[in-house]
């Protein structure tokens, strides 16, 4: 059975590879950044670590950071100015005790804090693991002090036992909804309102298999609401599906949603949630491979709540590919599936086999799963205490809708292959030509952020990647990223510490084309100043002229490039000559041109990533050549003159472009020219040799296979010097087989950092 659900899988990760799209499956980065001191201001203290727990408090100018047994009040504007700091540590007592159950006193019986909150009253509330024994705590932050109230209550339900397991939580008016685990083992996921009255799921394999909680977010529904609707708090997460039977266990994306004003039921469902549904998630990457699952969301809302959209960061389950997807979805698509879609209701085949089909049958009213409306109060339903036992047994038996909910234009907003993406945040920023564009920020497992753009109003057209920056000196992974509108600025946390990063770094484009053809919504050029500056709203743009065209990437309103300086050099006949030309971005091609006409590229002339290659120049070759960067986007071109090389036959070469001296190098030929006759004549011998032997009846074969070798391995030595580059640059675009070891093992270390080892096993 497993080795056939095996062999199906297996079938299907076959046809996935083979499967096209007709959508990039790997979009580049137009420039990528290396890692610099300069990219953003890193905050790490001293035996501290795992910096993976935020909260901005824009209103006192702070950012609160949750550390492994610490937590830090930092200036919002400069995170290397410290605030403040409180220890909140384990004591020796619960330490032994974890201990004693097994787990590790070092990494998991310590105090992890996981929920940071600002209240309305401008305090905060407080989680720790606290050695798997989760407690809550308010804190405040006063002259300049942070300060515990030691007045611990129980963190079951609302944080974490394990710190390695993914949880999530907002809150909504003083009081803090929660998705985690309730147990020491895991093994009871809740959804959970920690009011008085505490509010949860019921522990079923139907509302909740196996769940890694991603997000949570309240969406203020009963604003302007035409049906009394209430507010709604949504939750992102995957889960063991329950409705696929191939699989042995077969995960898929999930989104809830709870109704604010829920009380539970009177006499089922007491205490539990009346209006938790659930839908799948969809993002097809790849046709028909397994469902990818959602690391990480975040909610843009232009103009009101029913503005709303979600932008998702997936990755594939089981490693079975190194690609990432971002999806965005409307708040729109989700309304409707849960308000007016068929429910998947279980029905049992056979003997114990529970196979989920869609409901056809009538539904009852109350619609099941509904938050208490205009129309049910007409009814004398005030609250869901109301609510009728059938409304109550339905939503508890069927959670889950039958209808899948689609990314807006029903697919990927952006794929990339290598290094996957961990988390996502979106910056709104209104451009020069009035209109307003999504930035996304990406945080990828190798410490990286790739900031994205699509620029279509309605995301119909290709996301663009503007640049690919390297936060974290080591290749950390970003296990959580902020972003401060106030500021401007994004502060992404890692295990080993917090970077704090400015939105745009416009002067990096050092010329006009450069900066209008990255199409960076933050960035324009200023023809007065000659420089490439940032947008800032407050920016007096009238008395300056700025070029932006993010639509076209149209840089015809720029002063013409500044030619390249002619550069002359000599070269020696027989050697291969090396002409270099950095081109403006990763998107940009090399055109060359021998004096006035194009260079038809050869097996003479190769264009490798930063340079031409002339191969065996001969006196021919003395003339003018010169390099131009060729940036396309639309119907617009870039072009950028780089170099300008004259070229001049000369007796002695100045050794720095000269690749091996001629004299070496045709000596070498030479040698293996009469190495292959070698070659040839002892193999002939071997030949008469061995049949002789036959003829005789003796019988000896080995040692000729060793020669053969030796000598393909001599000649692959040769060309290997000028084929290196260019290796390099196909293992960049294109991703060959070779990368991907790399990448599955990034993203194993991720995954089981995470506390995804519970990944399935077929
Ligand atoms: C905390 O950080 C350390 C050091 O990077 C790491 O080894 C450990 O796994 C982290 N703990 C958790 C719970 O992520
Ligand atoms: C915490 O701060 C709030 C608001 O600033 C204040 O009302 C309260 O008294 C403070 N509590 C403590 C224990 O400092
Ligand atoms: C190099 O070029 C010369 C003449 O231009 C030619 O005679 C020679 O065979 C070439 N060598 C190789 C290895 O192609
Ligand atoms: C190369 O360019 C230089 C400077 O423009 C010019 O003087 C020279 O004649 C050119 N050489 C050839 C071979 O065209
Ligand atoms: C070109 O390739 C070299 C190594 O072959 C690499 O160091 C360099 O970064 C590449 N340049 C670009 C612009 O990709």
């Known amino acids: 059975m497993y080795v056939l659900a095996a062999l199906f899988v297996l079938y299907l990760f076959c046809s996935a590879l083979t499967s096209s799209q007709g959508w990039p499956l790997d979009c580049t980065p137009r420039k990528t950044v290396p890692y610099h001191s300069d990219n953003g201001k890193l905050f790490r203290e001293n035996d501290v670590w795992n910096y993976t727990t935020m909260a901005l408090r824009e209103d006192l100018g702070l950012i609160f950071l949750g550390t492994r047994g610490a937590i830090f009040a930092l200036d919002i504007n400069n995170i290397n100015n410290k605030k403040a700091s409180v220890r909140w540590g384990v004591t020796e007592k619960q330490q032994k005790e974890c201990t004693y159950k097994g787990k590790d006193p070092e990494i998991d019986c310590q105090n992890y804090i996981r929920i940071l909150h600002g209240t309305e009253d401008g305090r905060m509330y407080v989680c720790g693991t606290n050695a798997f024994h989760p407690m809550c705590d308010y804190m405040n932050y006063t002259d300049g002090q942070l300060i515990m109230h030691n007045n611990q209550e129980d963190g079951k339900g609302k944080c974490p036992f394990d710190p390695f397991q993914r949880y999530s939580s907002v809150w909504v008016d003083g009081e803090l909804y929660s998705a985690t685990s309730m147990n020491f083992l895991g093994s009871e996921p809740v959804v959970m309102r920690s009011s008085e009255d505490p509010i949860r799921t019921d522990f079923k394999s139907s509302w909740l298999n196996e769940p890694n909680f991603i997000y949570m977010d309240h969406i203020p529904e009963s604003e302007n609401s035409p049906d009394g609707d209430d507010d709604k708090v949504y939750l992102f997460f995957s889960e063991t599906a329950v409705e696929y039977d191939f699989y042995h266990k077969l995960a898929v994306s ?14 089922t469902l007491q205490r539990k949630w009346t209006s938790f549904v659930k839908a799948r998630l969809e993002c097809p990457v790849l046709k028909s491979q397994l469902p990818y699952l959602v690391q990480d969301v975040f909610r843009v809302c232009p103009a009101g709540w029913t503005t709303c959209v979600f932008y998702a ?23 409707q ?11 049992t085949v056979e003997t114990s ?34 609510l009728p036992d059938k409304t109550l047994q339905f939503i508890r038996d069927r959670p889950l809708m039958d209808q899948v909910i689609e990314p807006m234009n029903n697919r990927p907003l952006l794929v ?23 930035v996304m920020f990406i945080g990828t497992a190798t410490g990286s952020v790739l900031k994205a753009v699509n620029y279509a109003e309605d995301n119909t057209e290709e996301t663009s990647i503007i640049e690919e920056l390297q936060l974290f000196q080591s290749s950390e992974a970003i296990k959580i990223i902020r972003l401060s509108k106030s500021t401007g600025h994004l502060f992404a946390g890692s295990e080993v510490g917090v970077v704090q990063m400015p939105l745009s770094s416009c002067g990096r ?232 070891n790399n990448n599955h093992a990034n993203l194993e270390n991720t995954i089981s950092m995470d506390g995804h080892d519970d990944v399935s096993v077929i």
């Open 353 to 386: 086999f529970v196979k989920w089909v869609m409901f056809s049958g009538d539904l009852p009213t109350p619609r099941p799963g509904a938050c208490i409306n205009g129309a049910a109060r007409k009814q004398g339903i005030t609250s869901s205490l109301d």
């Open 254 to 267: 999930r989104v809830a949603r709870v109704c604010k004003g829920d009380l539970g039921g009177q006499r």
């Open 509 to 740: 484009y050092t010329s006009c084309g450069d900066c209008v053809h990255a199409r960076d919504p933050f960035c324009a050029w200023d023809l007065a100043a000659a420089q490439c500056i940032s947008l800032s709203p407050v920016a007096t743009q009238a008395d300056s002229k700025l070029i932006q065209n993010l639509q076209n990437g149209d840089a015809s309103g720029c002063p013409p490039p500044e030619m390249a300086k002619l550069v002359t050099r000599t070269f020696v006949p027989g050697n291969n000559v090396k002409l270099e030309c950095e081109p403006i971005s990763n998107l940009a091609k090399q055109d060359w041109y021998l004096g006035d006409k194009t260079l038809v590229l050869s097996d003479k002339y190769k264009v490798h990533n930063d340079s031409l290659m002339i191969l065996n120049a001969s006196a021919a070759d003395a003339a003018n050549y010169s390099c131009w960067s060729v940036e396309r986007s639309h119907e617009h071109e870039y072009r950028w003159q780089k170099a300008k090389y004259q070229l001049t036959l000369g007796t002695n070469g100045d050794g720095r472009w000269v690749l091996p001296t001629s004299p070496q190098a045709q000596s070498s030929r030479q040698h293996l020219v009469s190495l292959q006759i070698l070659v040839v004549l002892l193999s002939v011998m071997l030949a008469l040799l061995v049949a002789w032997n036959f003829y005789k009846g003796h019988l000896t074969l080995p040692c000729k296979m060793g020669r053969g070798q030796a000598h393909t391995n001599s000649s692959r030595g040769e060309v290997a010097n000028t084929q290196q580059p260019l290796q390099h640059t196909e293992e960049k675009t294109s991703a060959p087989a070779g990368n991907r």
């Open 313 to 335: 960061i997936f990755t594939p389950q089981m490693h079975f590919s190194d690609h990432s997807a971002v999806c965005a979805y409307s708040m729109h698509d989700i309304k």
């Open 416 to 438: 990339k292959k290598g290094a996957a993406f961990t988390r996502i945040v979106v910056a709104s920023v209104v451009a020069l030509d009035g209109a307003t564009y999504h």
């Open 337 to 347: 599936v849960f308000t007016e879609g068929k429910f998947k209701t279980p029905v």
